[in-house]
């Protein structure tokens, strides 16, 4: 009984309806059909994919109606293949978010880190022999560092995104 491939990644959120905006405007998730559970949320999805984030408002506990505590997740972080790595800087830019950058040239990968409105980390993988445009900056303060956390909650500007 082999197993074959992740199914979804689950995300507790404080601020539901940013944690939304953030992954359909930012990062180009599309809403689908979730079921109807005693707690709010949204499952999101690329194109004709299944929803592989869940977004739910909830504490340690579903629906106990408790804040869910930042920073105190087991999971260091989630990797999502992408492409478009210049655009996506451009909309993290035009979103006045923070993000970090990292080129593995030995795997030929290129890596966006970013912070979701819960604090949890995405990880946006680009094949670079994909993609145009200037490479990961690894300068001081924009290259991706395993011990920085540089998360600020903050909330986003209407509008944030094309």
Do not use: C
Not at 66 to 85: C, E, N, Q, R, W
Not at 123 to 130: S, V
């Amino acid at each position: 009984m082999p197993i074959s491939h992740l199914f979804h990644v689950a995300i507790k959120s404080n601020q539901l309806e940013l944690s939304i905006r953030f992954y359909e405007e930012i990062l180009g998730f599309s809403r689908v059909p979730r079921p109807a559970f005693r707690h709010r949320g949204a499952w999101l999805a690329m194109q004709g994919e299944a929803p592989i984030i869940h977004l739910y408002e909830a504490g340690p506990g579903v629906a106990d109606g408790l804040p869910t505590p930042l920073g105190g997740a087991a999971i260091d972080h989630v990797s999502i293949f992408a492409s478009g790595f210049q655009d996506f800087i451009s909309r993290f830019r035009a979103a006045g978010l923070d993000w970090r950058e990292f080129d593995i040239p030995s795997a030929g990968l290129y890596q966006l880190f970013i912070y979701d409105p819960s604090g949890v980390m995405l990880e946006l993988t680009f094949d670079a022999a994909a993609e145009t445009g200037p490479g990961p900056d690894m300068r001081p303060g924009r290259g991706w560092r395993a011990d920085e956390n540089f998360f600020v909650p903050a909330a986003l500007p209407d509008g944030a995104a094309a």
